[in-house]
C-alpha cells in the first residue's frame, strides 16, 4: 500500500476526539508538545480548532508514523516541528528548541493502528511475522530477544506484571522447554509454542496478554511513562493543560496517581473519561482519558 492510501485508510477516527478537543475550548494555546504524534488526527484537529498556535512540537518514536505525520500536517508546517524521539526526552526537545514551558501536553499511548496493521511489525497476532514489537526501529531489543535468550524468571515476571496473565509460570516453561529444541522466530512460531498450555484461538485470543507484555517490555513503555509524565508535567506553563489516553489498567493507573499526587496539578477528571458506542476505532473500546491543569 502506498504512504497517500495508507494515510487515509488509518487516519479518520482519532480516539476520543471530540472529548480531548472539548478541554482546550475557550483555552488560547500558543504552543503545544503531541509526544505520541502517530498519523497526527488529534495534532490536526487541534491545529484547526486553534489558528493561534504558534509553536506545535510533534514527537514520534516510529519514523514511519512521523513520515505520515508530515504528510497529514503540510498545510501547517510553519507552526510544526517534528522530532523522532522518544516522549520522555521532552526536556532535550524543548532545549534543542529554545523553549522553556508548553500550554499543552498530549499523549494518547500504546501503538497505533497502523503499527497494529502492517504485518512485518509483528505487534499482531493476526499475522505470521518476525517477533519484532519495537516501535522505534532503531532500539536493539526485539521480542525475539525477549523470548529466546529471557531466563524463565525473568519471563514470567513479564508476563505476570506487563500482562497481568495468570498462566505466567506455566507460559514461560513452556518457551523455555520448546526454545531448546528450535528457537521461536515468528509470531505464529510463539501462538503454536503457547497453544498447549493457554488453549486454543477463542472470542479473545489466548495469547493477547503475552503479546501486550512484550510490547510493554520491547518498548520500556511503563518506565517511560512514568518518567515522560514527571518531565512533561515540569514543562508545563502556568495555567497549562495535559491529557493522557490510555489502553489498559497498567497505564492508566501510572496517570491517576502521577495526576494525584503530584502537587502542581489540579486534576480535571475525577474519572476517566471512556469511549462512547459512536467511536468508530475499534482501539477506541478500552480507551481512557485523563486531564489536569498546571496549578
Ligand atoms: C495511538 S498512536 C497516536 C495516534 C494519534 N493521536 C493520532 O490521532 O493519529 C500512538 C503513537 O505513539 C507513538 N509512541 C508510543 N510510545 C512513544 C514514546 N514513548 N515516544 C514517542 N512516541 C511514542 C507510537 O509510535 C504511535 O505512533
Not at 22 to 33: A, G, L
Not at 158 to 178: C, D, M, P, S, T
Not at 193 to 219: D, M
Request: net charge positive; glycine share 6%; aromatic share 8%.
Amino acid at each position: 500500500m502506498n504512504q497517500i492510501n495508507q494515510t487515509q485508510k488509518i487516519r479518520h477516527f482519532p480516539v476520543l476526539l471530540k472529548e480531548f478537543l472539548s478541554f482546550f475550548e475557550n483555552v488560547s494555546i500558543n504552543s503545544f508538545f503531541d509526544g505520541t504524534l502517530g498519523a497526527a488526527g488529534h495534532a490536526e484537529a487541534l491545529l484547526e480548532a486553534h489558528d493561534e498556535i504558534e509553536i506545535f512540537i510533534g514527537c514520534d518514536q516510529d519514523k514511519e508514523a512521523l513520515n505520515i505525520a508530515s504528510d497529514c500536517l503540510k498545510r501547517y508546517m510553519n507552526k510544526v516541528s517534528l522530532f523522532h524521539e522518544n516522549y520522555k526526552n521532552i526536556d532535550k526537545i524543548l532545549n534543542e528548541m529554545n523553549i522553556k514551558t508548553v500550554d499543552g501536553v498530549f499523549l494518547d499511548l500504546g501503538v497505533s493502528s497502523m503499527q497494529l496493521d502492517v504485518a512485518e511489525r509483528g505487534f499482531s497476532f493476526r499475522f505470521d511475522a518476525p517477533l519484532d514489537m519495537r516501535m522505534n526501529k532503531d532500539e536493539p531489543l526485539s521480542a525475539k530477544d525477549i523470548v529466546n535468550e529471557y531466563s524463565e524468571i525473568e519471563l514470567e515476571k513479564i508476563f505476570k506484571e506487563y500482562g497481568e496473565e495468570h498462566r505466567a509460570k506455566k507460559a514461560a516453561k513452556q518457551i523455555v522447554l520448546k526454545r531448546k529444541k528450535k528457537p521461536i522466530i515468528t509470531t505464529f512460531d510463539l501462538i503454536e509454542v503457547l497453544e498447549p498450555v493457554l488453549g486454543k484461538r477463542r472470542r479473545i485470543h489466548p495469547v493477547t496478554k503475552i503479546f501486550q507484555a512484550l510490547r510493554i517490555c520491547v518498548n520500556d513503555e511503563l518506565n517511560v511513562l512514568k518518567q515522560g509524565l514527571e518531565n512533561a508535567i515540569g514543562r508545563l506553563s502556568h495555567g497549562g493543560i495535559i491529557g493522557v489516553i490510555s489502553f489498559h489498567s497498567l497505564e492508566d493507573r501510572i496517570v491517576k496517581h502521577t495526576f494525584k499526587e503530584n502537587k502542581t496539578l489540579q486534576v480535571l477528571t475525577k474519572k476517566p473519561i471512556q469511549s462512547g458506542y459512536e467511536e468508530k476505532n475499534p482501539r477506541a473500546r478500552s480507551a481512557k482519558m485523563r486531564f489536569a491543569k498546571k496549578i
